[in-house]
């Protein structure tokens, strides 16, 4: 796991404010499972999508000449 990734930090702020926002009574348990679940959906879908476009990159024929 890269602990220096952007995505994975920022994913990991979020959950954090959301966990102690439960904790203190900010949120209740629903919300907090919602913003969870798209906190990290999102991620996921960006590690994909990142991923995705470093191998099209890759078999991509250079066109340089």
């Known amino acids: 796991m890269n602990l220096k990734s952007r995505k994975l930090l920022c994913a990991g702020v979020c959950f954090a404010a959301a966990s102690t926002a439960l ?8 919300g907090w499972s ?9 991620y996921a879908a960006g590690n994909v999508g990142e991923h995705v476009s ?11 000449v």
């Open 34 to 42: 919602d913003f969870v679940k798209w906190v990290f959906g999102i």
């Open 54 to 64: 470093k191998k099209n990159e890759l078999e991509k024929p250079s066109t340089q």
């Open 23 to 30: 904790l203190i009574g900010l949120a209740d348990f629903q």
